[in-house]
């Protein structure tokens, strides 16, 4: 999804914002990586987080085949398959998310104020949160986020924000302007993801931060 290549995954520390029940702290952790996931769920028993993201594989997966023919395949193969993957990865953070460590990385918190002092980390990734849901948060909530996310990266680190479109599909009519103010911080690019997906392409946002 973020064209991640493994050097950019053996220096860390990373954060995953929003990381949901997704696999990707777990498996750094894994691989004996610093991670750390945020997330409101987080903060929620982990029985009840882990039936939750099941729950929401059964409605996500329910919507997809809704509208199976807006979405491009050619990654997941199907959505029985997507399904399974889905799975496979909540399986990964259940197992982790159990552990007796877990809370020292997985931290109930949210976009825009993050609990972490300045320069925190190497990587900072968020996926499916910001702009995807620009019709609820606004373009205030982007500018606070976007900045925040870049104070806790170090000097020469980066940020990767996947996808740039609304639920809607739509380009948020204030990316630009966006854009144009984090020249100031870091250098902007914009990269191809290696898992297409969404109905309108996407690129991802990478921000290499000014050292």
């Not at 849901?133 to 000097?155: I, K, S």
């Amino acid at each position: 999804m973020f064209a991640l290549s493994e050097q950019e995954i053996t220096e860390g520390p990373f954060l995953d914002i929003a990381g949901g029940a997704s696999s990707f702290t777990a498996q750094l952790h894994a691989r004996g990586l610093p991670a750390v996931a945020t997330d409101p769920l987080y903060a929620g028993e982990p029985e009840q987080v882990i039936a939750a993201a099941r729950r929401e594989i059964d409605v996500s997966t329910a919507k997809l085949a809704a509208a199976a023919d807006s979405y491009d395949w050619s990654y997941y193969g199907s959505i029985r398959q997507h399904r399974q993957m889905r799975e496979a990865s909540l399986e990964r953070f259940a197992a982790d998310f159990t552990r007796p460590d877990a809370r020292s990385r997985y931290i109930a918190a949210s976009l825009p104020d993050l609990p972490f002092a300045d320069g925190t980390f190497a990587l900072v990734l968020c996926s499916h949160f910001l702009f995807l849901y620009g019709d609820q948060l606004d373009e205030t909530f982007h500018r606070r986020a976007l900045a925040e996310m870049l104070r806790v990266t170090r000097p020469g680190g980066q940020v990767r924000v996947y996808p740039l479109v609304t639920l809607q599909w739509r380009t948020p009519p204030y990316l630009s302007l966006l854009l144009a103010e984090l020249e100031k911080q870091a250098q902007v690019r914009m990269i191809d993801t290696r898992l297409p997906f969404t109905p309108v392409k996407s690129p991802v946002l990478q921000l290499d931060k000014f050292a």
